[in-house]
């Protein structure tokens, strides 16, 4: 059985930072792309941030150059390190994986950008 399990969210000053961390069980992790999608309020579910199993990063524009998506493999562990929050940055983030044809998301984790 898949499962992913995000951690590491709260509530964050503008201009703070914050660690997410989501942990996998019940796949390779290493040879599947881990990726980070967030949902604000009334707003769609959107990509943050991706890597690839070989370690190739993408980020979408709203977050590029303030957060950094990082795997270890050894723990089947992905990382989102999130700094110069913004208010906007507000959201459930969710960790994501397609594994045989199905879709895996954890049950998301709160980050509150406030102040």
């Known amino acids: 059985q898949v499962q992913l399990v995000e951690s590491g969210g709260g509530l964050v000053q503008p201009g703070g930072s914050l660690r997410l961390s989501c942990a996998s069980s019940?796949?390779?992790?290493?040879?599947?792309?881990m990726n980070w999608y967030r949902q604000a309020p009334g707003k769609q579910r959107e990509l943050v941030a991706a890597i690839t199993s070989g370690g190739t990063t993408n980020y979408s524009d709203s977050v590029k150059g303030r957060f950094t998506i990082s795997r270890d493999n050894a723990k089947n562990t992905v990382h989102l390190q999130m700094n110069s929050l913004k208010p906007e940055d507000t959201a459930v983030y969710y960790c994501y994986t397609r594994f045989g044809g199905y879709n895996y998301w954890g049950q998301g984790t709160q980050v509150t950008v406030s102040s």
């Open positions: 019940g796949i390779i992790f290493s040879i599947y792309a």
